[in-house]
């Protein structure tokens, strides 16, 4: 990729208010942007996150009340993403999912899952303070917002187009996924949603500071 093209999908790239609802996005573009978040890295390379693809329209309504940013966007994106990351039960750095995880993903040996779970746990409670459930959810969100870029650049690449929202009561909307989604929300709770499609209209023209209120070189 060029330098000039890969400006382009960053300048293409807009949190898009309204999505032409006549137009799909094709499965094997979708699974490209699926498999760069598959792929995105995380810390400790844990993984924390769970992506829910809403396409039953009725399940989409049931989002709308909780999720004042999103009505537009759920009537009319071709795709609309859940992004779940894990709670404390399971990314603790004792949680059973963590050693599972060593074992059976990262497929670490016996002597080496000891040092790197004292590691971890001297991490969260030390090096980072993760000490309370809030604080290691934020935690492992933070993990998921790299998703969150990764899978908007992609779609920007392959011309679509794409919104995150936080826009919902982070309460209400868990409310909705434990009973409606099927999802343990003691277990993940909601980091953000992500809305993609094609642009219905033009995006307004792109601001952003200088180069050189960004940036201090030493
Ligand atoms: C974490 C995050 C949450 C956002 N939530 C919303 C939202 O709920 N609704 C919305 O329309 N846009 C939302 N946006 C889009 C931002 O308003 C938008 O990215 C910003 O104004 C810059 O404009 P641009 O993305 O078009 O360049 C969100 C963006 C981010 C990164």
Same mark, same amino acid.
């Given at each position: 990729? $060029?330098?000039?093209?890969?400006?382009?999908?960053? #300048?293409?790239?807009? *949190?898009?208010?309204? +999505?032409?609802?006549?137009?799909?996005?094709?499965?094997?573009?979708?699974?490209?942007?699926?498999?760069? &978040?598959?792929?995105?890295?995380?810390?400790?390379?844990?993984?924390?996150?769970?992506?829910?693809? @809403?396409?039953?329209?009725?399940?989409? #309504?049931?989002?709308?009340?909780?999720?004042?940013?999103?009505?537009?966007?759920?009537?009319? &994106?071709?795709?609309?993403?859940?992004?779940?990351?894990?709670?404390?039960?399971?990314?603790?750095?004792? *949680?059973? #999912?963590?050693?599972? +995880?060593?074992?059976?993903?990262?497929?670490?040996?016996?002597?080496? %899952?000891?040092?790197?779970?004292?590691?971890?746990?001297?991490?969260? #409670? %030390?090096?980072?303070?993760?000490? /309370? /459930?809030?604080?290691?959810?934020? =935690?492992?969100?933070?993990?998921?917002?790299?998703?969150?870029?990764?899978?908007?650049? @992609?779609?920007?690449?392959?011309? %679509?187009?794409?919104?995150?929202?936080?826009?919902?009561?982070?309460?209400?909307?868990?409310? @909705?996924?434990?009973?409606?989604?099927?999802? /343990? $929300?003691?277990?993940?709770?909601?980091?953000?949603?992500? &809305?993609?499609?094609?642009?219905?209209?033009?995006?307004?023209?792109?601001?952003?500071?200088?180069?050189?209120?960004?940036? $201090? =070189?030493?």
């Amino acid at each position: 990729m $060029t330098h000039s093209e890969i400006l382009s999908a960053f #300048n293409f790239r807009h *949190a898009c208010k309204i +999505f032409d609802s006549t137009r799909k996005i094709s499965e094997t573009d979708f699974n490209l942007i699926l498999e760069s &978040a598959r792929l995105s890295p995380s810390s400790f390379g844990f993984e924390p996150w769970h992506f829910v693809i @809403v396409q039953d329209p009725n399940l989409r #309504n049931l989002l709308k009340p909780s999720a004042w940013g999103a009505p537009v966007k759920l009537d009319t &994106a071709s795709h609309f993403v859940l992004v779940l990351t894990m709670k404390s039960p399971l990314i603790k750095w004792n *949680a059973d #999912n963590v050693l599972d +995880f060593m074992r059976n993903v990262q497929h670490l040996s016996e002597d080496l %899952i000891t040092p790197r779970i004292k590691l971890f746990q001297q991490f969260q #409670n %030390i090096d980072f303070d993760l000490t /309370d /459930d809030r604080k290691l959810f934020d =935690w492992a969100s933070k993990q998921s917002y790299i998703v969150m870029g990764n899978m908007m650049t @992609v779609a920007a690449m392959l011309g %679509i187009d794409s919104c995150p929202i936080e826009g919902y009561n982070q309460v209400e909307t868990d409310k @909705v996924l434990q009973e409606h989604f099927d999802i /343990d $929300t003691t277990q993940y709770g909601i980091s953000y949603m992500l &809305a993609l499609g094609y642009r219905l209209n033009e995006p307004k023209v792109k601001t952003r500071k200088s180069m050189a209120q960004i940036t $201090t =070189w030493k």
